[in-house]
C-alpha cells in the first residue's frame, strides 16, 4: 500500500534526525498537505518529542509554520512533565516494594528513556511498569491497593475486556491498576513475565523469553538519585524487539526510533557477544534481524558490517517478508482490521515452518486467542471461535459507527 503524504513527510522528518533525510523532497510534499492532517498524524503516533527537535534543523526550520512548530513544542513541555512526574512515582513505588521485601525489576518507559535519550522531552510514556515474580503477586497487589491503587473493572466493562483482576493475573500473567492523583491519572501495570503471552499458549512456547530468571541477572541504575532495579541493556533491547515486533506488529513509528536510538548512540556499550549467544533460537533471531534491517533504513548507517540479517535472518523469501512488515510503520494495532492484519504477521513471524502452522491453529482455530479479545474464553470447538469472530467483529463495526 502506498504511503500517504503525509506519512512520506514524517518519515523524511524522522530520518533527517539521523542525516538521512532529503530536506528538499520534503518541502515539496508539504506544499500538498493539509497542516490539521499533518498534526493529527503527529499526535496519533506521539512523536511531537521527536519532531520538536528535528524542526530545529537549520533546512528544515524556515518551512515549518508558527502553528506546526508551536503545536509540537506545547506537546514536548507536556510529555517532559509527565515522564518527570511518572519518574518520581516510580522511584517512589520502587521504595515500597523494597521496604516489603518483595523483588521488583522496573522496565520499558522511564529506565529506557533514562538510558537511551538522557532527555525528558523527547519520548512520551503514559504508564510504570515492574516486572514481579509470579508468587509474590498477593503480597504486591495488597501493597499497591494500600498505597490508594484500584483495578478498574469499570472501564475494563466497559471496553468490554470482561477479565476479572484475578482472571487477568491468571491469564495474561499481568496486574494492571490506576491512582487518581492532582497531576494525572497514573497507570501501573505489575508483570508476572515479559511478553504477556497467555499462560499455557502457542507463542509462548514459541519465543522463551519467560523460559528466563530475570531476577538473577538485573542491573542496578540510579534514577534521581536512587539505585533503582533495571533490566540489562541487552534484555532491555530484546524486551524492545519482542515489544515493537510481536506486539505491535512492527505499528508505530515511536518503537523503532527507540531501536534507532540505541543502535546509533549505544551500540558499542552492547554486549554482543551474550545477545548472540543469549538469544540464539532461529525465532528470536529472525525478529532481531527484521528491526536490525529497519533501523539500517531509517539511520542510512551500516551498523553491522555487511547484511547483518543474514546471520539473524537467512530465508528465501527475505525480501517480500520484509516489504510487508515495514509497510506498517503507519498502522495502528486498534481495531478489527488491525487485529486480522496483526493476526496473519505473527503466523508469518516465526522462523521455523513448524511453528509458523502452530501459530496458524492457535489464531484462527483455538479459543485461547479469542479470550485475548473478549477477556472469556469461548472453548476449543472451531466453529464456536468462528462466530466469535463475527461477534467481535459486528461489534467492532458498531462501535465505529457509534
Known amino acids: 500500500m502506498a504511503m500517504a503524504k503525509e506519512e512520506q513527510i514524517i518519515l523524511g522528518w524522522v530520518k533527517c534526525r539521523y542525516g538521512n533525510g532529503d530536506a528538499s523532497s520534503i518541502h515539496s510534499l508539504m506544499a500538498e498537505c493539509e497542516e490539521q492532517r499533518l498534526r493529527q498524524l503527529i499526535d496519533s503516533l506521539r512523536l511531537s518529542g521527536v519532531l520538536f527537535e528535528v524542526f530545529r534543523h537549520p533546512e528544515i526550520f524556515p518551512v515549518i509554520s508558527k502553528t506546526l512548530k508551536n503545536h509540537v513544542e506545547a506537546d514536548m513541555k507536556r510529555i517532559a512533565l509527565e515522564n518527570q512526574f511518572l519518574e518520581m512515582q516510580g522511584v517512589s513505588l520502587i521504595r515500597e516494594f523494597e521496604k516489603e521485601e518483595i523483588p521488583v525489576i522496573w522496565f520499558k518507559g522511564n529506565p529506557n528513556i533514562n538510558w537511551i535519550y538522557q532527555n525528558y522531552t523527547v519520548r512520551s510514556t503514559s504508564d510504570l511498569d515492574f516486572l514481579i515474580p509470579p508468587q509474590d503477586r498477593k503480597r504486591a497487589a495488597e501493597l499497591v491497593k494500600r498505597l490508594g491503587f484500584k483495578y478498574p473493572?469499570?472501564?475494563?466493562?466497559?471496553?468490554?475486556?470482561?477479565?476479572?483482576?484475578?482472571?487477568?493475573?491468571?491469564?495474561?500473567?499481568?496486574?494492571?491498576?490506576?491512582?487518581?492523583?492532582?497531576?494525572?491519572?497514573?497507570?501501573?501495570?505489575?508483570?508476572?513475565?515479559?511478553?504477556?503471552?497467555?499462560?499455557?499458549?502457542?507463542?509462548?512456547?514459541?519465543?522463551?523469553?519467560?523460559?528466563?530468571?530475570?531476577?538473577?541477572?538485573?542491573?542496578?541504575?540510579?534514577?534521581?538519585?536512587?539505585?533503582?532495579?533495571?533490566?540489562?541493556?541487552?534484555?532491555?533491547?530484546?524486551?524492545?524487539?519482542?515489544?515493537?515486533?510481536?506486539h505491535h506488529s512492527f505499528c508505530g513509528m515511536k518503537w523503532l526510533i527507540d531501536l534507532c536510538e540505541v543502535l546509533t548512540n549505544h551500540k558499542e556499550d552492547l554486549d554482543w557477544d551474550y545477545m548472540?549467544?543469549?538469544?540464539?533460537?532461529?525465532?528470536?533471531?529472525?525478529?532481531?534481524?527484521?528491526?536490525?534491517?529497519?533501523?539500517?533504513?531509517?539511520?542510512?548507517?551500516?551498523?553491522?558490517?555487511?547484511?547483518?540479517?543474514?546471520?539473524?535472518?537467512?530465508?528465501?523469501?527475505?525480501?517480500?517478508?520484509?516489504?510487508?512488515?515495514?509497510?506498517?510503520?503507519?498502522?495502528?494495532?486498534?481495531?478489527?482490521?488491525?487485529?486480522?492484519?496483526?493476526?496473519?504477521?505473527?503466523?508469518?513471524?516465526?522462523?521455523?515452518?513448524?511453528?509458523?502452522?502452530?501459530?496458524?491453529?492457535?489464531?484462527?482455530?483455538?479459543?485461547?486467542?479469542?479470550?485475548?479479545?473478549?477477556?472469556?474464553?469461548?472453548?476449543?470447538?472451531?466453529?464456536?471461535?468462528?462466530?466469535?469472530?463475527?461477534?467481535?467483529?459486528?461489534?467492532?463495526?458498531?462501535?465505529?459507527?457509534?
Open 153 to 246: 473493572q469499570q472501564t475494563m466493562d466497559t471496553r468490554g475486556v470482561v477479565f476479572s483482576e484475578e482472571e487477568l493475573a491468571e491469564w495474561a500473567h499481568e496486574m494492571h491498576y490506576i491512582k487518581e492523583t492532582p497531576v494525572l491519572p497514573l497507570n501501573l501495570d505489575l508483570h508476572l513475565d515479559l511478553t504477556g503471552f497467555p499462560q499455557g499458549s502457542i507463542p509462548k512456547l514459541i519465543y522463551h523469553l519467560d523460559e528466563r530468571d530475570w531476577f538473577s541477572t538485573y542491573q542496578k541504575k540510579e534514577i534521581r538519585g536512587s539505585s533503582v532495579p533495571v533490566l540489562r541493556k541487552e534484555d532491555a533491547l530484546m524486551q524492545m524487539i519482542v515489544h515493537f515486533s510481536i
Open 276 to 402: 548472540r549467544n543469549e538469544y540464539d533460537h532461529p525465532n528470536e533471531r529472525k525478529l532481531m534481524g527484521i528491526c536490525f534491517r529497519m533501523v539500517e533504513e531509517i539511520t542510512g548507517e551500516n551498523l553491522f558490517g555487511g547484511e547483518p540479517w543474514h546471520y539473524y535472518w537467512n530465508a528465501s523469501r527475505v525480501e517480500s517478508e520484509y516489504r510487508l512488515y515495514r509497510s506498517f510503520s503507519f498502522e495502528h494495532s486498534k481495531g478489527w482490521r488491525a487485529k486480522i492484519q496483526g493476526r496473519l504477521v505473527k503466523i508469518l513471524m516465526p522462523s521455523l515452518g513448524r511453528d509458523r502452522w502452530k501459530m496458524f491453529v492457535y489464531y484462527f482455530g483455538s479459543g485461547e486467542s479469542i479470550a485475548q479479545r473478549t477477556g472469556r474464553e469461548p472453548g476449543g470447538n472451531v466453529f464456536a471461535n468462528f462466530f466469535s469472530l463475527i461477534k467481535l467483529f459486528v461489534t467492532d463495526r458498531k462501535n465505529h459507527r457509534n
